[in-house]
């Protein structure tokens, strides 16, 4: 499966913005989706995960009541809805599946076989 993210930008902080993440190739129902984010200087971190045909769904303590995880079937695409923007959500996002679909929602991106390339998200003070 290919996975291609995009909705990134520059917003100030309070703001909004919906990450997408488009995948061709395969159907999604096949996999766990994620969405991790890495800032300059950082390590990689988890930041959203849901199983695709139910609605479990596991967030990062710190985006958890700002950031929602999403998906439309018809589209075979899985959003990011983050809200209430921070300086320190500032990073590059990327989207990934992991298999199968019955599988658990891993917080640890070694346990995610694809990878979209990143879309950077900027959020001023």
């Known amino acids: 499966v290919q996975l291609q993210a995009s909705g990134g930008g520059l917003v100030q902080a309070g703001g909004s913005l919906r990450l997408s993440c488009a995948a061709s190739?395969?159907?999604?129902?096949?996999?766990?989706m994620g969405w991790f984010r890495q800032a300059p200087g950082k390590e990689r971190e988890f930041v959203a995960a849901?199983?695709?045909?139910?609605?479990?769904?596991n967030y990062a303590d710190s985006v958890k009541g700002r950031f929602t995880i999403s998906r439309d079937i018809t589209k075979n695409t899985v959003y990011l809805q983050m809200d209430s923007l921070k300086p320190e959500d500032t990073a590059f996002y990327y989207c990934?599946?992991?298999?199968?679909?019955?599988?658990?929602?891993?917080?640890?991106?070694?346990?995610?076989?694809?990878w979209g390339q990143g879309t950077l998200v900027t959020v001023s003070s």
């Open positions: 849901r199983s695709w045909s139910g609605g479990s769904t």
């Open positions: 190739g395969s159907t999604l129902s096949r996999y766990i």
């Open positions: 990934a599946a992991r298999w199968p679909a019955w599988g658990q929602l891993s917080t640890r991106g070694t346990e995610y076989d694809y």
